[in-house]
């Protein structure tokens, strides 16, 4: 009998070991059944988990965490680089309003803010690609541990893991170690800390049931945790107060795009009083939001702005973000040539992807070879000088998982990696996750387009 082994795929040489040893034996159970089982995991993801983890080799996951780092803190110098050290013509740039842009403004005056943030990143065979870089505190993935320790009761995966040298990292562990940090005044020294997990009202009654389970998840690592609308939080002698107990730091769950509307404004006003008076800490900054907006990547790879970043930060630059620019009337090709934008967006339609900056979750994202010439041209013409990006496409690498069904399927990733501030004996790594679908050509592998989640093991010896 002749054994046909499976293509090595460009990068995942551990996703090619493990679907081999599920290839040479027949394993009984299912290796999502413990996920499927867990009422914190359904709530998030329903049933949609992948048959197998994605891997991450530890030298390409020190790479693009040392990648990530450079261009976070290349995001957090474009204030000085470009405007001059204000923050407010920052966020006008970005497309925020003014009562964005006043309230963000206001929040910078308020403690520091700490790297946190998820990468959202393809790799295309050679390396990893970024195409946004989500930085605040609402960024989901909490529960990126418990979908590791479900596959683990797999005993195929917990064998290969142990033989391996693998390892996960706990999310959650790492924005509660980053939130002690950023907010160590608001923090007691003599009990838990209370924690509210906020959204604005209209959210909550979205993403509340989830929140929940965000709060009482922080009781595992030493948090006293509430869940609430900015609505119910009350101020008794100028502190926030919500179930009768007073907060010591809300744990900031709404955005900066939710804050346009005037009745939300109004019921942070008294929160943002209370942070400047340092009767609460809020974690993250609302001035995080600035870093993590997609204007801010097109500052980065704009041509006009190289000669502000030394060799080293544009070589970073070009290796992770692929060419980012404002939808403005002329801009540079990659290859560095003025041209008229409109031209360019229609001549590469099939290689270009339009992205509103303001906006999260794949929402108003258009990608030019999912619609017809017209529309095309509409969309790019109406985004024309407002707040929207032309992005090159980025066409990830297939990468090979168990089907679950004794064979082996080919998969398109967007992974989801966390990052923190440097610890004292770690790299501010804080774990990730993964969605996977079957169509490279999806514009967004994302849940909304019937993605299917799975976790990340990394380390090894390959």
């Known amino acids: 009998m002749t054994t046909t082994s499976l293509p090595t795929p460009p990068r995942s040489r551990l996703g090619h070991a493990y679907a081999e040893q599920l290839a040479r034996h027949a394993w009984t159970g299912h290796p999502t059944a413990a996920a499927r089982e867990s009422a914190t995991l359904t ?43 204000s923050i407010t013509a920052l966020a006008a740039a970005v497309g925020m309003d003014p009562l964005q842009s006043a309230l963000i403004t206001r929040s910078a005056r308020t403690g520091v803010l700490l790297p946190l943030g998820r990468a959202d990143l393809y790799h295309d065979g050679t390396g990893f690609k970024l195409l946004e870089f989500n930085i605040t505190s609402a960024l989901g993935g909490f529960e990126n541990a418990d ?133 609460v800490g809020l974690f993250s900054r609302l001035d995080a939001e600035l870093y993590g907006n997609k204007g801010t990547l097109a500052m980065l790879s704009d041509e006009q702005h190289r000669d502000l970043f030394d060799a080293a930060e544009l070589a970073c630059i070009d290796r992770v973000l692929p060419w980012t620019r404002y939808v403005r009337p ?81 998969l398109f990733l967007n992974w989801g990696l966390y990052l923190g501030a440097r610890g004292a004996d770690d790299d501010g790594y804080g774990g990730g996750f993964v969605r996977a679908g079957t169509d490279p050509a999806v514009g967004v592998v994302s849940m909304g387009s019937g993605a299917t989640v799975g976790c990340v093991f990394d380390g090894g010896d390959r």
């Open 330 to 410: 002329r801009t540079a090709d990659p290859g560095g040539t003025q041209v008229d934008t409109l031209a360019h967006a229609l001549a590469h339609q099939h290689e270009l992807i339009l992205k509103p900056t303001l906006l999260h979750g794949g929402n108003g994202i258009i990608a030019g070879w999912k619609v017809a010439a017209a529309e095309w041209e509409g969309q790019v013409t109406s985004a024309m000088n407002g707040p929207y990006v032309l992005q090159h496409r980025v066409r990830p690498a297939a990468e090979p998982f168990p089907d679950g069904v004794g064979g082996v399927q080919e």
């Open 43 to 85: 709530l998030a993801y329903q049933d949609r988990f992948l048959n197998g983890p994605a891997f991450l080799a530890e030298a390409e996951r020190r790479t693009v965490v040392e990648d990530l780092h450079t261009v976070y803190e290349l995001l957090r110098s474009l204030p000085e680089r470009v405007f001059g050290g």
């Open 147 to 279: 979908i590791n320790r479900a596959m683990l009761t797999y005993p195929p995966l917990e064998e290969f893991v142990r033989r391996h040298g693998l390892r996960y990292r706990d999310t959650l562990g790492l924005m509660v170690r980053t939130m002690y940090a950023e907010c160590a005044a608001a923090i007691p020294t003599d009990r838990a800390p209370v924690v509210a997990v906020v959204d604005t009202v209209e959210n909550f009654a979205v993403v509340g049931p989830r929140l929940k389970v965000f709060a009482s998840m922080l009781a595992d690592h030493g948090v006293e945790g509430i869940a609430c609308d900015l609505g119910e939080l009350t101020y008794p002698n100028g502190r926030p107060t919500v179930s009768g107990r007073a907060v010591d730091v809300v744990f900031r769950y709404f955005l900066a795009e939710d804050l346009t509307d005037p009745a939300s404004a109004a019921q942070l006003e008294p929160l943002l009083a209370a942070v400047e008076q340092g009767r």
